[in-house]
Nanobody
Framework: QVQLVESGGGLVQAGGSLRLSCAAS????????TGWFRQAPGKEREFVAV????????DYADSVKGRFTISRDNAKYTVYVQMNSLKLEDSAVYYC???????????????WGQGTQVTVSS
């Protein structure tokens, strides 16, 4: 069992930056690929980024590639996503998720956090 808690969301102006954190309980965290997803009102949950168990492999949605960077510190049981050059369309609730593979679909994950709100203003 893995419990995930996101933090770091907030209100930021377009062009600004935020760093989200996903803190995990359980010493088996390094056994899981971890992804970030987001969901805006009225839209489906969409893939943002994923990182492998070791941190050696990453993948990003085209919409965030070059602006977002995912990383992990297994010693601290934490995964991060650094979000730069934020755009209005990045506004959403951001969720982290853990699963056995480095999936880009929500169905590939077994554990989810509660989410953290990111609002980008003009």
């Amino acid at each position: 069992q893995v419990q995930l808690v996101e933090s770091g969301g907030g209100l930021v102006q377009a062009g600004g930056s935020l760093r989200l954190s996903c803190a995990a309980s359980g010493r088996t965290f390094s056994n899981y690929g971890t992804g970030w997803f987001r969901q805006a009102p009225g839209k489906e949950r969409e893939f943002v980024a994923v990182i492998s168990r070791s941190g050696g492999a990453t993948d990003y949605a085209d919409s965030v590639k070059g602006r977002f960077t995912i990383s992990r510190d297994n010693a601290k049981y934490t995964v991060y996503v650094q979000m730069n050059s934020l755009k209005l369309e990045d506004s959403a609730v951001y969720y982290c998720a853990a699963g056995p593979l480095e999936a880009t679909m929500p169905s590939g994950y077994d554990y989810w956090g509660q989410g953290t709100q990111v609002t980008v203003s003009s």
